[in-house]
């Protein structure tokens, strides 16, 4: 029995192992386009404002601030 389950279980853990470095890279990808566009960082603020506020936070607590402000006042004078 033990000869069975072996390769099942190493099959899943390859297979969740894919899955987690998938999730990396996909996040690593969301965060740098976030990072670098503001017109991207208006669309995420508008469809998912929470992610947006995670960007926010991180880069707030790596030193970086003003960014928050520079987008609230950029997109403010667009609506206007």
Request: hydrophobic content about 40%; some cysteine.
């Amino acid at each position: 029995m033990a000869c069975t389950m072996e390769p099942l279980s190493k099959k899943i853990f390859k297979e969740v192992l894919i899955a987690e470095l998938l999730g990396v890279f996909r996040a690593y990808f969301l965060f740098t386009k976030i990072n670098v566009s503001q017109d991207f960082r208006h669309t995420m603020n508008k469809k998912f404002p929470f992610i947006l506020e995670v960007y926010y936070k991180s880069i707030e607590q790596s030193g970086m601030y003003g960014v928050r402000e520079q987008d609230q006042e950029k997109w403010l004078k667009n609506k206007n």
